[in-house]
T-cell receptor, first 112, second 110 residues
Framework: DAEITQSPRHKITETGRQVTLACHQT?????MFWYRQDLGHGLRLIHY???????NKGEVSDGYSVSRSNTEDLPLTLESAASSQTSVYFC???????????FGEGSRLTVL | QKEVEQNSGPLSVPEGAIASLNCTYS??????FFWYRQYSGKSPELIMS????GDKEDGRFTAQLNKASQYVSLLIRDSQPSDSATYLC??????????FGAGTTVTVRA
């Protein structure tokens, strides 16, 4: 079955370190998204991509970057982790049309 | 003003009752609307999508859309303890991007 997987599922890091969260999907979807979820804010869009070599900023992109070198993967990098980036991160994908999203299991990141 | 707003909850209903969840959105051109269910510690999963004004029923779930009022709702009939979760309203803001509400937590009392 097609799926979308994230790793690591849990990570603790220190302020100032670089962190990369991996996202891999086997749906063969062109569209991939990174959201963060915080209490009281729901899901907020960080970055998204419509295909290989395409990346775009979402509403909360400061301090994050992504790259898309193939269809399957969209890694999210925190260049210099900050305590404000402690959150649960969800990767999602979709195949055009209406925009229905399929989510990964999430990555819980704690920045100390 | 947030793009998508939901009644904040939490919402507690007795088993067998109807749970009613509401959502309003700000962008008049939105065409696609979704309800996701999220169990504690899990990822969101799609339970309903609706694209046209009116009602759409799927089992015990009914989604209602009124584009003129920029309003979408979800009714859960015959609520079960397994329906206890957070329900997220999502609206397609264009270019396949979804904007989410903060969610409404539903607890079904046995």
């Amino acid at each position: 079955d097609a799926e979308i997987t994230q790793s690591p599922r849990h990570k603790i890091t220190e302020t100032g370190r670089q962190v990369t969260l991996a996202c891999h999907q086997t749906w063969n979807h062109n569209n991939m998204f990174w959201y963060r979820q915080d209490l009281g804010h729901g899901l907020r869009l960080i970055h998204y991509s419509y295909g290989v070599q395409d990346t775009n900023k979402g509403e909360v992109s400061d301090g994050y970057s992504v790259s898309r070198s193939n269809t399957e993967d969209l890694p999210l990098t925190l260049e210099s982790a900050a305590s404000s980036q402690t959150s649960v991160y969800f990767c999602a994908s979709s195949e055009g049309g209406t925009g229905e999203l399929f989510f990964g299991e999430g990555s819980r990141l704690t920045v100390l | 003003q947030k793009e998508v707003e939901q009644n904040s909850g939490p919402l507690s209903v007795p088993e067998g009752a109807i749970a009613s969840l509401n959502c309003t959105y700000s962008d008049r051109v939105s065409q696609s609307f979704f309800w996701y269910r999220q169990y504690s510690g899990k990822s969101p999963e799609l339970i309903m999508s609706i694209y046209s004004n009116g009602d759409k029923e799927d089992g015990r779930f009914t989604a209602q859309l009124n584009k003129a009022s920029q309003y979408v709702s979800l009714l859960i009939r015959d609520s079960q303890p397994s329906d206890s979760a957070t329900y997220l309203c999502a609206v397609n803001m264009g270019d396949y991007k979804l904007s989410f509400g903060a969610g409404t937590t539903v607890t079904v009392r046995a």
